[in-house]
């Protein structure tokens, strides 16, 4: 184990979460996305999410993240669960669902996942037109 990732474990980092973070799971900018947002949360971190959509199914996305070990988890497994999913369906995942597929989140960084939760949100409102 190297230093970065005994540091996360000592943080209480999920396997799953460490695995995301380091390999930078869907993080970059999308050429010609359907819709982007970026929203900064009450903590300072930004999340920007990006979409590809066609046909109200969520056929790519990726984020961008200026933030923590936790805002680049949780942009990484939200991007990851959404892809393949209708808008509809996209919009009824929640926080605790996002920490499940993380298998755990530290309770000092549950806002990191509420902030990918409410950008996610607020892109989908945007596509539609509500934002």
Known sequence: MNELESLL???GYS???MDYYIRK???GEMNDPSV???????CGDTIEIFLKIDSDVIK???FQATGCAGAFASGSALTEMIKGKTL?????I????VIGHLGGMPTAKIHCVCL??????KTIKRYKGNE
């Open 116 to 121: 990918a939760r409410r950008t996610l949100e």
């Open 60 to 62: 790519d996305a990726k």
């Open 94 to 97: 929640n926080e605790e669902d």
């Open 36 to 42: 982007c947002f970026a929203y900064t949360g009450p």
């Open 9 to 11: 474990r000592k943080s």
């Open 88 to 92: 509809e369906e996209a919009e009824k």
């Open 25 to 27: 799971v869907n993080v």
């Open 15 to 17: 396997n799953k979460t």
